[in-house]
């Protein structure tokens, strides 16, 4: 069984899972106040993208570096279960780039913004590229 107690789970889901995440308000905040005009959760487009740019075919994928196993520390297997995280989080990642595939064949440019530099605030080197 599982040591990791259902409300630290479900802790754990809530912060990196659900819609409107922190990391995901921090970029469309940068949006905002530059005039950017977006769209969420498209569900039309492959991997229904965070947000998208529709007039200028410019898709973000906001990811949770846990989720997502980004290479980063905030990325840290939970010590209990690994093998159900590393398998989870490796069919995420199967999907990432299954999906990243499908809307670039669309002619969109993907850009895929993980949480540690929106918290480490290097937004903006990003960013540099919508414009
Ligand atoms: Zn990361």
Sequence with gaps: MDNVTKKKRSEIMS????????PEIAVMKYLSSR???YRLHDKKLPGKPDIVLKW??????????FWHGHSCKLANYPKTNRKYWKDKINNNRKRDRKNDKL???MGYKLIVINECKIRNKKLNIK?????
């Design 15 to 22: 912060r990196i899972r659900g819609k409107n995440t922190k």
């Design 35 to 37: 005039g950017y005009k």
């Design 56 to 65: 200028k075919k410019i898709a973000i994928q906001v990811r949770g570096c």
């Design 103 to 105: 809307i670039k064949k």
């Design 127 to 131: 960013f540099n590229r919508l414009s």
